[in-house]
């Protein structure tokens, strides 16, 4: 499975970016995928996670009110909608996909598959 972030960029607080992950290979029709973000110096946390295929969205308690998970079936691809932008948002996000079982919305070694990540600055 190859996953090609994209919709990063430079926003100012209190803006919106949709962030995008593209999926290709031998993706499945239903699969865990999500979204994790890395700001300097700290871990790498997860924000978002959908079970693809119409299955459930699962969001960490900080950001369920402001950011948005969602799939488009025929483009093999999951969004980030990430509103109300704040500073403490700036990080690499990264999309993830797990295939062999776990727990969706699980810790980053739950994930098999990763992409190389779109930055988001907000100042």
């Known amino acids: 499975v190859q996953l090609v972030e994209s919709g990063g960029g430079s926003v100012q607080p209190g803006g919106s970016l949709r962030l995008s992950c593209a999926a290709s290979?031998?993706?499945?029709?239903?699969?865990?995928m999500g979204w994790f973000r890395q700001a300097p110096g700290k871990e790498r946390e997860g924000v978002a996670a959908i079970w693809t295929g119409g299955g459930n969205a699962y969001y960490a308690n900080p950001v369920k009110d402001r950011f948005t998970i969602s799939e488009d079936i025929a483009l093999n691809t999951v969004y980030l909608q990430i509103n109300s932008l704040k500073p403490e948002d700036t990080a690499l996000y990264y999309c993830a996909a797990m295939t062999d079982g776990g727990v969706c919305g699980g810790p980053p070694f739950e994930y098999k598959f990763w992409g190389q990540g779109t930055q988001v600055t907000v100042s």
């Open positions: 290979g031998h993706t499945d029709s239903s699969m865990c």
